[in-house]
Structure formats: structure tokens, C-alpha cells
């Protein structure tokens, strides 16, 4: 089992920033692919961003490239979504996961956070 539980949501004005953090618990962090998700109101969940578990290798969104920056700290257990340049496009509830497959991570990542609300006002 691996516990996610992601931070650093909240409201943020169109052009501004946030960081979310995703800290972990429980299996070794290292082990898991990772990767960011949201979901708007009334819209299904899509994917942002993954990164592989020795952070070798990124993916992105076509909404979110250029702006948006996944990165891992694995000594910390610990994964990152910088999000610049934001956008009332942004608005969602974000969700950090985790797989040891990468496929699946990019795809239906086996653990989940419980998510945390991003706002991003025009």
C-alpha cells in the first residue's frame, strides 16, 4: 500500500502560481511511477503529468506544457506539481497517484490522494 496525500491547493489569480506537494506513506516512494490528474466540475478526471520513479522522464498534457512542472524528491518521499502561468482553465480538484507500471500511471494509477481543490480566478 501506498499513501498519498497531496497539499498547496487553493486559489491563485490567472497569471499567478502554485506548488502542490504530494507526500507519501507506506511503500517505498522510489518504486512508484508518479503521476498528477484533475478533475473540473462536471468534467472527467484527465491526466496532467507523470514522472518516472528515478525521475529520468516526464509527460504532460498538451493543456498544461510549458506551464506546469512535475518533479519528485525521493529522499523525502515526496512529489511536486509546479503550476505556472495559471489559468481559469485550471480549476480543479488535483489528485496525486501512484503506480509501479508506468503505463498504468499515465492511464489508471492503482493508489490515489484524496485530492486538493485548485481555484484560478479571471
Known amino acids: 500500500q501506498v499513501q498519498l496525500v497531496e497539499s498547496g491547493g487553493g486559489l491563485a489569480q490567472a497569471g499567478g502560481s502554485l506548488r502542490l506537494s504530494c507526500a507519501t506513506s507506506?511503500?517505498?516512494?522510489?518504486?512508484?511511477?508518479m503521476g498528477w490528474f484533475r478533475q473540473a466540475p462536471g468534467k472527467e478526471r484527465e491526466f496532467v503529468a507523470a514522472i518516472t520513479w528515478g525521475a529520468i522522464s516526464t509527460i504532460y498534457a498538451e493543456s498544461v506544457k510549458g506551464r506546469f512542472t512535475i518533479s519528485r524528491d525521493n529522499a523525502k518521499n515526496t512529489g511536486y506539481l509546479q503550476m505556472n502561468s495559471l489559468k481559469p482553465e485550471d480549476t480543479a480538484v488535483y489528485y496525486c497517484?501512484?503506480?509501479?507500471?508506468?503505463?498504468?500511471?499515465?492511464?489508471?494509477?492503482?493508489?490515489w490522494g484524496q485530492g486538493t481543490q485548485v481555484t484560478v480566478s479571471s
Open positions: 497517484a501512484a503506480d509501479s507500471t508506468y503505463p498504468m500511471v499515465l492511464r489508471n494509477p492503482r493508489y
Open positions: 507506506g511503500r517505498t516512494f522510489s518504486n512508484y511511477h
